[in-house]
T-cell receptor
Framework: NAGVTQTPKFQVLKTGQSMTLQCAQD?????MSWYRQDPGMGLRLIHY???????DQGEVPNGYNVSRSTTEDFPLRLLSAAPSQTSVYFC??????????????FGPGTRLTVT | AQTVTQSQPEMSVQEAETVTLSCTYD???????LFWYKQPPSRQMILVIR??????QNATENRFSVNFQKAAKSFSLKISDSQLGDAAMYFC????????????FGKGTRLSVIA
């Protein structure tokens, strides 16, 4: 049980380049989400998914696309990177404990720099 | 929209002493969940403690306890017998009680522990 894995751990992009941040979990969790963390801002939600084939926008979705074709994977795509997307990105998945109580597990994060 | 406010950007505590981190939130929901996450320099997000709003009893996990004041919408974290390993960023977070809903984070408090 590897938990939530994210690749790569570090990435440098030039403005205008595209890339996909990978996120996978082997815990059969239905709910997955992407956050970005900027200095002094805490974590802000980008997109989330409540199950395969279902995604929705969070607080800061502009410039990012997601899809959820399987329960295990939830990739985040940057179609045309901008310096404002320099951040640390976290993927999380959550399991239902009881009575709607759930716990979110976070991946180790990806540090992205856009020059 | 729900908001979470952490009014202390930085705090410090002497080793073995007790420190309290503050968190207030705003919501119109009557049932919800509150969390404290720890983020050490490794940047891994670690769940410290969780409180269900319908429970009047304050949650406790070893040296960590909360003071949950529902009417005041306050959710502070008390760390007793502080240890060097407690030094980290601490984030307060909120989620609606629907099982698969995103977390709303505060901006964090950086805790330093002085030997």
């Amino acid at each position: 049980n590897a938990g939530v894995t994210q690749t790569p751990k570090f990435q440098v992009l030039k403005t205008g380049q595209s890339m996909t941040l990978q996120c996978a979990q082997d815990m059969n969790h239905e709910y997955m989400s992407w956050y970005r963390q900027d200095p002094g801002m805490g974590l802000r939600l980008i997109h989330y998914s409540v199950g395969a084939g279902i995604t929705d926008q969070g607080e800061v979705p502009n410039g990012y696309n997601v899809s959820r074709s399987t329960t295990e994977d939830f990739p985040l795509r940057l179609l045309s990177a901008a310096p404002s997307q320099t951040s640390v990105y976290f993927c999380a998945s959550s399991r239902l404990l009881d009575r709607d109580s759930y716990e979110q597990y976070f991946g180790p994060g990806t540090r992205l720099t856009v020059t | 929209a729900q908001t979470v406010t952490q009014s202390q950007p930085e705090m410090s505590v002497q080793e073995a002493e007790t420190v309290t981190l503050s968190c207030t939130y705003d919501t119109s929901e009557s049932d919800y969940y509150l969390f404290w996450y720890k983020q050490p320099p490794s940047r891994q997000m670690i769940l410290v403690i969780r409180q269900e709003a319908y429970k009047q009893q304050n949650a406790t996990e070893n040296r960590f306890s909360v003071n949950f004041q529902k009417a005041a919408k306050s959710f502070s974290l008390k760390i007793s017998d502080s240890q060097l390993g407690d030094a980290a960023m601490y984030f307060c977070a909120y989620s609606r009680n629907s099982g698969n809903t995103p977390l709303v984070f505060g901006k964090g408090t950086r805790l330093s522990v002085i030997a």
